[in-house]
C-alpha cells in the first residue's frame, strides 16, 4: 500500500515539466503530451488518491479513534488553545498551505456548498457547477478547464465524503453549520485541484 502510493506520487511529480505543456480535451481530461508525458486528469486523480488516503487516515485512525471512540483528547478548531488535535479540514489546510511554498506546479483545497468557515465556499463558476455535479452523481468526479488571472488551469473537482462518526457529529453539531443533517458517507464538500496548462 505504501509502495503503491509513493509509486504514484513519483510518477505525478515526475510529470510535471511535461504537464504544463499539455491541453486538455475538457471534461473529459487531456491527451498525454507529445513525448509520453501524463494527462492532467491521470495527473490530479494520482494526486487524489494520496490526499484522499491520507485525509481518510487521518480522520478514522486519529481523530475518531482518540477523540470519539477513547475519549483521549478532543479534536478542536481552536487545537493550540485547547491542547487538542487539529480537525482533518485543518490538516488538510495545512499541508495545501505547506505545498503552496514548494511548488506552483498544481494547488489544492477543500471546499463546500455548506462550509462552516466562509471562506471554504466556492468563488468560481466552475468550483460551483463542480462541488453540484459531484453531489449530484456519487462515485463521480468533475473536471473542466478554467481562466483566472490570465492564466489558463485544468480544474478537478472531487467528492469529500464523511468517512468517520467524528466527521458528521462535527459538522451537525456545529453552530455556524448551514446543514446539519450529514450521515456517514455523505458528500460534504470537494477537494478542487488545479494544474496551470501553458
Not at 500500500?1 to 504544463?20: D, Q, R
Not at 495545501?96 to 483545497?109: M, R
Amino acid at each position: 500500500m505504501k509502495l503503491n502510493k509513493i509509486l504514484m506520487v513519483s510518477a505525478a511529480l515526475a510529470a510535471l515539466p511535461v504537464l504544463s505543456a499539455c491541453g486538455s480535451s475538457g471534461e473529459g481530461g487531456g491527451d498525454a503530451a507529445a513525448g509520453g508525458g501524463i494527462d492532467p486528469q491521470t495527473f490530479t486523480d494520482s494526486l487524489h488518491a494520496v490526499m484522499a488516503s491520507d485525509r481518510a487516515v487521518y480522520t478514522k485512525r486519529v481523530v475518531n479513534r482518540l477523540a470519539n471512540d477513547e475519549g483521549v483528547i478532543k479534536a478542536s478548531e481552536h487545537f493550540e488553545d485547547d491542547k487538542a488535535l487539529p480537525l482533518p479540514a485543518q490538516m488538510f489546510r495545512f499541508g495545501s498551505e505547506a505545498v503552496a511554498e514548494k511548488t506552483d506546479k498544481f494547488s489544492y483545497q477543500l471546499l463546500s456548498l455548506w462550509p462552516i468557515n466562509k471562506q471554504n465556499a466556492p468563488s468560481t463558476d466552475l468550483e460551483k457547477e463542480g462541488l453540484q455535479y459531484i453531489v449530484d452523481n456519487p462515485g463521480e468526479n468533475y473536471y473542466g478547464e478554467e481562466e483566472l488571472g490570465g492564466t489558463k488551469y485544468f480544474t478537478a473537482v472531487y467528492a469529500d465524503p464523511a468517512v468517520a462518526p467524528a466527521c458528521v457529529t462535527c459538522h451537525n453539531d456545529h453552530k455556524d453549520t448551514p446543514k446539519s443533517d450529514f450521515k456517514l458517507g455523505d458528500t460534504m464538500g470537494g477537494v478542487v485541484i488545479r494544474v496551470p496548462m501553458s
